[in-house]
């Protein structure tokens, strides 16, 4: 067979074009979907995502779109719904859009984990849930959410439950010289149902979202926040003293009084991996303002050469408690929870 050499002789036959493929490029460009309704993420299930529709207030199960890719949707998140948004029975949404966050609160599952997990989204307070007794107190947990709080820009707020059975105030004094507020959950005497009337003020028209260890009451709480929540609740073995996870997956529930509450399952371990140590002394402004001389690269932990910390608590410039604590903070960063 001859081979053809001259331009004029080919024609379309001569186009190779692979089965079920054009030679036009993918378009890059998405439909804006502007229809879209606006809905908050406030349970997720393998794969399925329960919304509330805003303004109308029903819930809508959704899936989502294929560009946002895998765990691109968290609690929290405010989203586009588009397709059927209508909540009856056997109806299938899709997700389409995540609206830009406020807040994002993560961690890595230790802090040789370079992966970070986001817990939740858009969260304006971050409710510190410990016990003061059964189990104990873990304060190397309550340090590194702190860090973990301020590093998101989320309000912390300590709550202490189980104040029937021991004496809270140590545990409050330690973290008064942080100004984190505090509030304590008790039962009610000659009850089971525990008294939370404080702490539904400090979260009356906020978002707020719990973690703690599990046992200290997390679940009971909610319950008693959220009359008909019904979230499982446990008991702490006897033996190793630690509480049997009963939350299994992040649920925001809507509060009575105004707000929500982000119930989380019980954690073990608190990786702070994502966290810059840099950033932490912008959550203290006034301890911030005295390190203007410090050395490049001061990190401003204990024993730091020349730090101007040392030197402003020497002139008595600062709290010496509040310095303490907030070195604590730093060191926590470099020391695992461990189970």
Known sequence: MARRTAASSYDERDVKVRPGRGSRPRSKLRPAHADARSGLVIAVDRGR????????????????????????????DHVGLVGDVS?????????????????????S???????????????DQLLIVTAVADPEP??????????????????????????DLADPAPLVDAYAPLQVPAVVARRSPGTEATDVREVAE???????VLIGHSGVGKSTLVNALVPGADRATGRVNVVTGRGRHTSTSAVALPLPGGGWVIDTPGI??????????DRLILA??????????????????????????DAALAAGRVDPDRLASYRRLLASRDR????
């Open 268 to 277: 073990r371990s608190f990786g702070l991996a994502h966290v810059d140590p």
């Open 49 to 76: 995502y329960t919304c509330v529709v805003e303004p109308d207030g029903h819930t809508v199960t959704a899936m989502t779109a294929r560009e946002l890719g895998r765990k691109a949707v968290v609690v929290g």
């Open 202 to 208: 400090y979260l009356r028209d906020h978002v707020t």
């Open 109 to 123: 599952a230790d802090d040789d984990d370079p992966v970070e997990r986001v817990i939740v989204a858009n969260a």
């Open 87 to 107: 909540g009856q029975t056997g109806a299938l949404a899709r997700i389409v859009r995540v609206e830009k966050r406020t807040t994002v609160l993560r961690r």
């Open 336 to 339: 695992q929870v461990g189970d």
């Open 284 to 309: 203290f402004p006034d301890l911030a303002a005295e390190t203007e001389d410090c050395p490049r690269g001061c990190t401003h932990a204990d024993g730091a050469p020349e730090c101007g910390l």
């Open 138 to 163: 873990r304060p190397r947990l309550i340090d590194r959410a702190l860090v973990a709080a301020f590093d998101a820009g989320i309000e912390p707020l300590l709550c202490i439950t189980k104040a």
